[in-house]
């Protein structure tokens, strides 16, 4: 089985790691990988904020670009971007007629990591050990999307070592929203505050998830409050065999 | 409260509306307690049905095919309210509708009205209306009875006042009032109830909403707690009902199941306490009643919205709230941050076309987009999806920000080009190098008032990737 | 060009173009008709009205039924109760405090001497078509002896209901209401669900805002 990799430019440029650890993770479980070099950005902060002629010029190079490969399968460490080539791209932002049969080839095979592993791959221990006290976060577009519930706490479950402790409220936005988190930084941050709240009262050492970028936005404000609370990409945890 | 110069009530002004509440603990309070209270409830009752989704995807395939025949709907509605000696006006836009409501009030000689509450006489602003043309208007549900004391508009779809807490109502009553002070709920109350209740015995008119109106009988629904409804219709000589085009439903039988949904999403209830349908006037022979029914459709905006097969959808809403109640940003900021009667998801998706893009074109950008809203949504409107839509159609129109778009077309160019992109990624983490310091922090305007900025990574995974490829 | 016009020919712009059938309402409606229901529907009937703020009472005779009536009338120190004819006959007479029909209060003159009549300390007594178990809800209708105001100026407010009549789905009426609503003559009904009541002063649930403070239902087994 071969998987082609669709790592967002978040992931590319902020969280390398976490990308190289689904690598890991999936060449663990006996996946062939490759990674298109020429990707870039799948253009959803462009169509979040209302640039739909700008997103689809991305989306078109995409679509064309992934469409090039031989892979069974195209996995990203990424709930938002899934949702944005699975649900938007044929949805919201309307893609030229010739690009549509490639488009609904794409969607049929493109799968947020951690739901690729328990269901596609059918496999819910990756082997991994991990040693601490993780509570998940629901990101919004994998939860109400993609439906991404089970799936990553299934695997965190078998992961060894680890103390997984639900918080309250684990499904209420962390504030990011993309262009919303800098244009109404306000309510953003009182967003992300409320969700802190619930993690330092599940009384975790960290807080991981299927998306690097609410936990960009839920370690900027970790940080700034002086938090020993750390983040992790769900990757990153199942990686860990040490 | 204080001598602070307001900031000018309208959804231009939601950022700066915004910045006047968002840090009032006392509004969070109210706001946190109001909605979460009601979401609880809610989640108890919908719980009685292991058919709830199929209740919701029923109800929205009836409304769907309503409102796609909204015209012969309409016609049926009219055609058999008539029969029954109702008298049926028709209302293009607000304006149209407040000088029917007067003329109607003038040939009845009418000073005092009581009005029930209504969102659709709110988005006309016919209390405010009366009051200018001297015909005194009251407010009769306790929420809508506050706000028009403290001279505010709606916070809420359903439940107006949510935002005051006891002690900002007792005040409010002991001021205009002129009665000692109580925090009392049940005081309050029957404070209110006394005032009003001399009201409702000697009006000359009661003018209603409506909540649905249903077209093979020519029936109107009005669903309400207080009585205050059931009074309005019943006491004065007159009654004015005032309703959207999209209020329509087939039959009686689909209305049941709208009844259904509509208590349970709006306040947690399995059914309201009144639940009146009203078919014309009141009979010959009854005790009681109005002697005169006048039912107001009214456009105002809404055609656009048909006409707009995105939008279309959000003509199925019935104005239960519950999306207001579950989204985050509006427990964040509440219903007057967003200065307009419609707020919450609903109002972000439907003011731009109500009020026109200039006006309120930037509401949908008070959102993350988390779709909380058509989760919970009774007849299954995809609100964030729609909100998108919205945004996109605000940039069409206006361009959007000339700076904004300016970086997203240089941003666009850049990820167009592999090459290009690799590039700027490498001056990415020169300035990570340069500005960002030990503590890896990057500043970015907007983002970094309250948060850290992570620097980009000393490498990126294209090079990661290169490197783990010359390893195997 | 009329507003009736212009906002129907702006509506027809759209149907015509998107040409869609009217929805099968009753083929829809048809999915989702039933729910099921573990428990006894009378209790859950009983137990929802209670919920929802309202109380019910149970007889097994007409004569039981006008002493529940007495007793209540007692308790809450009303002055009296007022009904139609109608629900007296079923009630096998009127009970001994005083009462009033509806019949007699038209006789009496202005509707203004009918309100002052019923707002002083009255218990109006109304017959009930139908209960819902899934909401705890009865359906009244106005009719001239049943009028608008006994259930809303009066202090209390009682719905006769027959225990047979009471339905484990809001839905089950539907037939009834197309029925009732099929002639071109004026109808009013009213769902009623619990007593005049609010939560909009922080959601603090207070009794009897406009209308009746207390809303009971007493079940007739007979
Ligand atoms: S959009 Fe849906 S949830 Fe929001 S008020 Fe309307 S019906 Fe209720």
Redesign the interface.
């Known amino acids: 089985m071969k998987v082609s990799l669709f790592v967002p430019c978040l992931t590319d440029q902020f969280f390398p790691q976490s990308g190289m650890n689904m690598v890991r993770v999936l060449e663990r479980l006996g996946v062939e990988v490759e990674y298109l070099d020429s990707q870039t950005c799948c253009g959803q902060p462009a169509f979040n904020t209302g640039y739909h002629d700008e997103a689809r010029v991305l989306a078109e190079k995409y679509i064309r670009l992934f469409d090039s490969s031989d892979a069974d399968y195209i996995v990203a460490p990424s709930g938002s971007c899934t949702t944005m080539v699975n649900i938007a791209y044929g949805k919201l932002l309307s893609i030229p007629e010739d690009l549509q049969p490639a488009l609904e080839a794409l969607q049929r095979k493109t799968f947020e990591f951690s739901a690729f592993i328990v269901d596609v791959l059918k496999q819910n221990d990756v082997g991994a050990e991990f040693a601490g006290k993780v509570t998940i976060h629901d990101s919004c577009h994998a939860l109400r999307e993609l439906h991404i519930k089970q799936q990553p706490r299934e695997l965190l479950r078998h992961v060894k070592g680890i103390e997984l402790i639900e918080m309250q409220h684990a499904e209420t936005c962390c504030g990011f929203g993309g262009t919303f988190a800098v244009k109404h930084a306000d309510i953003s941050t009182e967003m992300v505050d409320r969700k802190i709240a619930e993690i330092h009262s599940a009384g975790v050492e960290y807080v991981t998830g299927v998306d690097s970028s609410c936990l960009m936005q839920i370690e900027g404000r970790l940080r700034r409050l002086n938090s020993t609370v750390k983040t992790l990409h769900i990757a990153d945890i199942l990686a860990g065999d040490a | 409260m204080s001598g602070q110069k307001k900031v000018q009530v309208t959804p231009r002004n939601l950022k700066l509306l915004v910045q006047e509440r968002i840090y009032n603990p006392q509004l969070r309070k109210?706001l946190s307690?109001?909605t979460s209270?009601?979401l609880a409830k809610r989640a108890d009752v919908v719980a009685?049905?292991?058919?709830w989704e199929?209740?919701r995807s029923?109800a929205s395939?009836?409304k769907?095919?309503?409102i796609?025949?909204?015209?012969?709907y309409?016609?049926q509605f009219e055609e058999?309210a008539v029969?029954?000696?109702a008298t049926v006006h028709?209302?293009?836009d607000a304006q149209?509708a407040q000088s029917i409501v007067y003329q109607i009030l003038r040939d009845c000689d009418a000073k005092l009205v009581v009005k029930s509450k209504s969102m659709t006489t709110e988005e006309i602003r016919l209390g405010h209306f009366l009051e200018e043309q001297g015909i005194e208007a009251v407010e009769?549900?306790?929420?809508e009875y506050?706000v028009q004391l403290a001279g505010e508009l709606p916070s809420h779809i359903t439940?107006?006042?949510?935002h005051?807490?006891?002690e900002e109502?007792g005040e409010l009553f002991a001021k205009k009032l002129g009665i000692d002070r109580t925090n009392d709920?049940?005081a309050?109350?029957a404070i209110?109830?006394d005032v009003?209740?001399e009201k409702?015995?000697q009006a000359d008119a009661g003018i209603s909403g409506v909540n649905f109106a249903?077209a093979d009988?020519g029936?109107i629904c009005i669903v309400e707690?207080?009585?205050?409804g059931?009074?309005s219709t019943?006491?004065p000589k007159t009654h004015i009902a005032v309703m959207g085009?999209e209020k329509l439903l087939?039959?009686?039988?689909?209305?049941?199941?709208f009844?259904?949904l509509l208590?349970r999403s709006s306040?947690g209830?399995?059914?309201?306490?009144?639940?009146?349908?009203?078919?014309?006037?009141?009979?010959k022979?009854?005790?009681?009643?109005p002697e005169d029914l006048h039912i107001i459709?009214l456009?105002n905006g809404r055609?656009d919205i048909?006409?707009d097969?995105d939008l279309?959808e959000s003509l199925n809403c019935i104005r239960c709230g519950a999306c207001l109640n579950t989204c985050p940003v509006y427990q964040t900021i509440g219903g007057h941050s967003y200065g307009t009667q419609y707020s919450g998801p609903i109002g972000a998706v439907i003011s731009p076309s109500l009020l026109g893009v200039e006006e309120a074109g930037k509401m949908p950008y008070a959102s993350s987009l988390c779709g909380a809203c058509a989760e919970i949504c009774p007849v299954q409107i995809d609100l964030h999806h729609l909100l998108l839509h919205q945004r996109r159609k605000y940039i069409e129109r206006q361009g959007g920000n000339p700076a904004e778009r300016l970086l997203f077309r240089l941003w666009m160019m850049t990820m167009k080009h592999a090459a290009l992109y690799s590039v700027s990624g490498l001056l990415g983490r020169l300035a990570g190098t340069i500005f960002g310091g030990s503590n890896r922090t990057l500043p970015v305007p907007g983002w970094s008032k309250s948060r850290e900025f992570p620097a980009p990574a000393p490498k990126s995974f294209k090079q990661l990737w290169k490197e783990h490829g010359s390893e195997r | 060009m009329?507003?009736?016009e212009?906002?129907?020919s702006?509506?027809?712009?759209?149907?015509a173009r998107?040409q869609?059938?009217?929805?099968d309402?009753?083929s829809?409606?048809g999915?989702?008709s039933s729910?099921?229901h573990t428990a006894d529907v009378v209790d859950t009937f009983i137990q929802?009205v209670e919920?929802?703020?309202g109380k019910v009472g149970r007889s097994k005779d007409a004569d039981e039924a006008r002493q529940w009536i007495e007793a209540y009338i007692q308790r809450y120190g009303l002055k009296r109760c007022v009904a139609p004819d109608a629900v007296f006959e079923l009630l096998g007479g009127r009970p001994e405090t005083v009462a009033v029909s509806?019949a007699e209060?038209?006789e009496r003159g202005t509707?203004h001497d009918?309100?002052t009549l019923l707002l002083d300390a009255a218990c109006g007594i109304t017959a009930a078509h139908a209960g819902?178990a899934?909401?705890?809800?009865v359906l009244i209708e106005?009719?001239?002896d049943s009028?608008?105001?006994i259930s809303?100026?009066v202090e209390a407010h009682i719905a006769i209901l027959r225990t047979a009549d009471i339905h484990d789905f809001?839905?089950g009426?539907?037939?009834f209401?197309?029925h009732q609503?099929?002639s071109?003559?004026?109808?009013?009904?009213?769902?009623?669900?619990?007593?005049?009541?609010?939560?909009?002063?922080?959601?603090?649930l207070?009794k009897?805002?406009?209308?009746?403070r207390e809303?009971t239902v007493l079940l007739l087994d007979f």
């Not at chain 3, 071109?184 to 603090?204: H, Q, Y």
């Open positions: 109210n307690r109001a209270t009601t009685d049905f292991t058919q199929e209740m029923a395939e009836i769907d095919g309503v796609a025949n909204l015209d012969t309409l016609e058999n029969s029954a000696g028709w209302a293009a149209a009769t549900d306790l929420g506050i439940a107006p006042a949510l005051k807490s006891r109502i709920p049940e309050l109350t209110a109830r009003l209740r409702f015995l249903v009988s029936t707690n207080e009585g205050n059931r009074l019943a006491l085009i087939p039959d009686m039988q689909s209305l049941t199941l009844l259904q208590a306040t209830q399995r059914i309201t306490s009144y639940t009146s349908l009203i078919r014309g006037p009141k009979a022979d009854d005790l009681d009643g459709i456009d055609t048909l006409e097969d279309r | 009329s507003d009736r212009y906002i129907l702006r509506i027809r712009k759209t149907t998107v869609k059938a009217a929805p309402a009753a829809i409606m999915r989702i729910v099921p929802r919920h929802a703020g509806t209060l038209s509707a009918m309100q819902f899934d909401c705890g809800a106005t009719t001239p009028p608008r105001t809303l100026l809001l839905p009426i539907g037939p209401l197309q609503f099929s071109s003559e004026p109808r009013n009904l009213t769902f009623v669900g619990g007593p005049s009541k609010t939560a909009d002063i922080e959601k603090t207070v009897g805002v406009h209308g009746p809303f």
